[in-house]
């Protein structure tokens, strides 16, 4: 099946460590998103890639890095200078020309809690 | 700056009667505009887009969604509500032509449909 995956599930971090959150996607897709989502506030973008090796920081993106080295993988690295990392994490995709029949498609989210 | 307002965070209907999420957006130029439902812990499902055309556009699982120009909305519609409908749904918004931009998102609205 064609789509996105991203991985672990739920993830752990301790207080001064940082933490990989992985996304792949096998539909070919130029185009890769990472979005935070916190009760009440929505989807917030916090960096994107339109080809690869280059991206761009989003509207929240200090604490965060990412990188891109292959097409299909976007991982994002939550470091410990994001003081407030507890959050849903959602990847997205879409081809160069834009969003086809199906919009943007999502993955099915990653929930990091901080211990 | 592209914006989206979603003025309810909480819809209430009773199964059979129709529902509205209300949507209105802010972009340069003409609208692309998404809606898409979240159950929980999951990722972003795609319901439909409007691109131009038809102010009127169909959707999954039963959902229409309808433009207005004038008055910038993209409220989502449907004839009878079912008690599965019963979700966080996420209104979305770029400029058309921008070719793989990111996705703006509102806040969100909470539909609960009372059996």
């Known amino acids: 099946d064609g789509g996105i995956t991203q991985s672990p599930k739920y993830l752990f971090r301790k207080e001064g460590q940082n933490v990989t959150l992985s996304c792949e996607q096998n539909?070919?897709?130029?185009?890769m998103y990472w979005y935070r989502q916190d009760p009440g506030q929505g989807l917030r973008l916090i960096y994107y890639?339109?080809?690869?090796?280059?991206?761009q920081k989003g509207d929240i993106a200090e604490g965060y890095s990412v990188s891109r080295e292959k097409k299909e993988s976007f991982p994002l690295t939550v470091t410990s200078a994001q003081k407030n990392p507890t959050a849903f994490y959602l990847c997205?995709?879409?081809?160069?020309?834009?969003?086809?029949?199906?919009?943007?498609?999502f993955g099915s989210g990653t929930r990091l809690t901080v211990v | 700056a592209q914006s989206v307002a979603q003025p309810e965070d909480q819809v209430n209907v009773a199964e059979g009667n129709p529902l509205t999420v209300k949507c209105t957006y802010s972009?340069?130029?003409?609208?692309?505009l998404f809606w898409y439902v979240q159950y929980p812990n999951r990722g972003l499902q795609f319901l439909l887009k409007?691109?131009?055309?038809?102010?009127l556009v169909k959707g999954s699982y039963g959902f229409e969604a309808e433009f207005n120009k004038s008055q910038t909305s993209f409220h989502l519609k449907k004839p009878s509500a079912l008690v599965s409908d019963s979700a966080l749904y996420f209104c979305?918004?770029?400029?058309?032509?921008?070719?793989?931009?990111?996705?703006?998102f509102g806040k969100g609205t909470r539909l609960s449909v009372i059996a």
């Open positions: 972009v340069s130029g003409n609208p692309y």
């Open positions: 890639s339109q080809i690869v090796n280059d991206f």
């Open positions: 409007y691109i131009t055309g038809d102010n």
């Open positions: 997205a995709s879409t081809p160069l020309t834009g969003p086809g029949d199906y919009g943007y498609p």
């Open positions: 979305a918004v770029r400029a058309l032509n921008s070719g793989n931009t990111p996705l703006v």
């Open positions: 539909l070919n897709h130029d185009a």
